[in-house]
């Protein structure tokens, strides 16, 4: 149990201090608490002593009335600190999960790791930051209130001290095999809800999918089959914890008549006063207050471990290397020297040498899978090489810190995202402290400045998350707009694969011609004009460049590239 009092104090990491100050708030609380014991104690000496004096009734009343505001001040701020430890504790972890994301290669993120991500960024923190500092701090808390109120009543009458002591102890045995028994249960009712919330993201992403085969009801069986686990591990957990509950609350409950017999006895044998005796029945009633709100907290408590634990696994993801210099090359040629390159064990580029010469364009083809997206994504260091090396401007990209090689680079991809945000602000991304006026030069000459001023709000249109508000021509040239405003040396653009109409397609060519003029180019082209008008041709299959020169060159050989050439011609009649 201190383990995970420890690890969650840990976690709390700066805000600790606020925990602190919850539990000082705590300790005031108690006390105050114990006014109620003192208005109690002062009436009964004055019945007792047969007095009709009214200050002890109003000394009485002063007690309890500075009982009520105290405890509901404290309880107030108490609180209030709890709860913003909860939720800067929680909001310092998201926020390093994300830093440590950026320096994670790509090769992790695929719809398991995103699914895992998601379910530790809500749910799992969620549980923490709603229980982490109530748990610590009423179980902390409440044991230090108990064993002060103990300390007091030991002194006050050792024999009513005694009996206390034992039924806290006897409590706190069963409190700890309760706990044994949550530490069995809690890492798996985690992964359960983590599997909900990752059954639930993949259904949405799928749903396109789902309709279209008109399985609607059907295709959420790994969503149902997770709530029924999820069903099922709570119930566990509630019948687990039945028992230990129900026993600690005889405990209590028969510790509480055995105080209450005992001095019932001893004041009948003359072993303690009326006053005394009548003080120890009902401080019977109040003296486990303290020690069951430990309690409440010990259910929780293995479960805000499993939830720390998990959200800490994002601690051990790999990180790529980052000990890099800042460095602005001359000149932009980029080489492959011998790369190979594995995803896991399975090897994708096989001794890869080629170069690509500063300020010209380079079409990549080849046939699907041959490794061409993984080539590029090499250049942007998404992933480190096995073997051989990757260089732009004649050093190595891993010399380069991330940031200085990403100034280095622009990327179009196929599938273009756009975030839930402006118009303007989706072209800015990479350049934030571009100008109104910048963007639109970007936008015109990307060839989307018209379609932008036709929106409702033009430039601050909010483009739905994803940019599902767009069409795949104006998504992709948004992404050249932003692209032209960051102006990176170096291009690396995927070509859209899609049918795209002639008036969008001319768009797309003029705008893409203004982002790579006096750029070096990297294009995985699928369209015939663009390969041709390329200074350099590379075709790629299964992992190795077996084909290299300009397209009069390649037409002449029997090849890949030729059946790639005829294969056009012949499907989409373009003439050459
Ligand atoms: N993140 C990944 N993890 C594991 N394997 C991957 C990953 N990305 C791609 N692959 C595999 O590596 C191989 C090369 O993929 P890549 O995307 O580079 O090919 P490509 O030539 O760009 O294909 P396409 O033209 O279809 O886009 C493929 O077999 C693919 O399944």
């Known amino acids: 149990m201190i383990g995970v009092l420890k690890k969650i104090w840990h976690f709390a990491g700066e805000e600790q201090g606020n925990i602190r100050k919850s539990m000082i708030l705590g300790f005031f609380y108690a006390v105050f608490h114990m006014f109620q014991i003192a208005a109690i104690y002062v009436v009964v000496l004055a019945l007792v002593g047969g007095s009709t004096d009214p200050a002890p009734a109003w000394q009485a009343l002063g007690l309890l009335l500075a009982s009520i505001l105290g405890r509901a001040v404290l309880n107030r701020f108490s609180q209030l600190q709890q709860t913003h430890a909860g939720y800067f504790m929680v909001a310092n972890k998201r926020i390093s999960i994300g830093d440590k994301l950026k320096r994670v290669p790509m090769g992790y993120f695929n719809d398991q790791s995103l699914g895992e991500l998601t379910g530790i960024t809500t749910t799992v923190l969620d549980e923490v930051e709603s229980t982490g500092p109530m748990v610590l701090v009423g179980i ?5 209130n108990s064993a002060v109120m103990l300390l007091c009543i030991l002194f006050w009458d050792w024999r009513i001290g005694l009996l206390a ?20 249960i809690a890492p798996k009712r985690q992964r359960d809800e983590a ?15 789902i309709k279209s085969f008109n399985l609607t009801g059907k295709g959420d069986k790994r969503v149902r089959q ?24 005889m405990v209590l409950h028969l510790f509480s008549v055995l105080i209450l017999a005992a001095s019932v006895g001893l004041c009948l044998t003359g072993a303690m006063s009326l006053a005394n005796a009548l003080m120890a029945v009902i401080v019977s009633f109040l003296i486990f207050s303290q020690i069951q709100s430990a309690g409440s907290g010990v259910s929780a408590l293995r479960l805000v471990g499993s939830s720390i634990d998990h959200a800490n696994q994002v601690d051990d993801i790999p990180e790529m290397d980052q000990r890099g210099t800042v460095i602005r090359p001359e000149d932009h040629e980029i080489v492959f020297d011998h790369v190979n ?30 490794g061409k997206t993984t080539l590029c994504n090499l ?15 004649g050093r190595d990209v891993r010399e380069y810190t991330l940031e200085s090689l990403m100034e280095q680079v622009s990327m179009v991809f196929q599938r273009v995202y756009l975030f839930a945000d402006t118009v303007e602000n989706n072209i800015k991304f990479g350049c934030p402290d571009a100008t109104h006026e910048q963007v639109v030069e970007a936008a015109k000459k990307a060839c989307c400045h018209d379609f932008i001023s036709a929106l409702p709000d033009g430039y601050n249109t909010v483009i739905g998350e994803g940019g599902a508000t767009l069409s795949g021509g104006e998504k992709q040239r948004i992404s050249i707009a932003r692209c032209l405003l960051k102006d990176a040396p170096i291009v690396i653009f995927d070509e859209a694969t899609a049918n795209v109409d002639p008036e969008n397609e001319d768009q797309l060519q003029r ?19 663009t390969v041709r008008g390329a200074d350099q041709i590379l075709v790629l299959d299964q992992g190795s460049v077996v084909q290299k020169g300009t397209h009069d060159e390649l037409i002449q050989q029997a090849g890949i590239y030729r059946d790639f050439v005829s294969e056009r011609t012949e499907s989409s009649r373009w003439t050459l």
């Open 165 to 184: 002591l034992a039924g806290m102890l006897v409590y706190l045995a069963l409190l700890s095999g309760m706990e044994k028994q949550s530490a069995k």
């Open 226 to 249: 997770a709530l029924e686990d999820s069903r099922a591990n709570n119930l566990a957990v509630e019948k687990l914890f039945t028992p230990y509950i129900w026993g600690q609350e």
């Open 379 to 393: 250049i942007a260091r998404f992933w480190d090489v096995d073997g051989g090396r990757v260089t732009i401007g």
């Open 341 to 370: 390159f594995s995803y896991g064990s399975r090897p994708i580029l096989k001794d890869v040498s080629l170069t690509i010469p500063d300020r010209t364009t380079t079409a990549i083809v080849g046939p699907s899978g041959s």
């Open 511 to 529: 705008a893409m011609e203004a982002l790579t003029r006096e750029k070096t180019v990297l294009m995985i082209a699928h369209r015939l004009k």
């Open 195 to 209: 599997r909900l919330v990752e059954a639930v993201l993949e259904q949405l992403q799928g749903m396109s999918v």
């Open 140 to 144: 902390l808390g409440g044991l230090i």
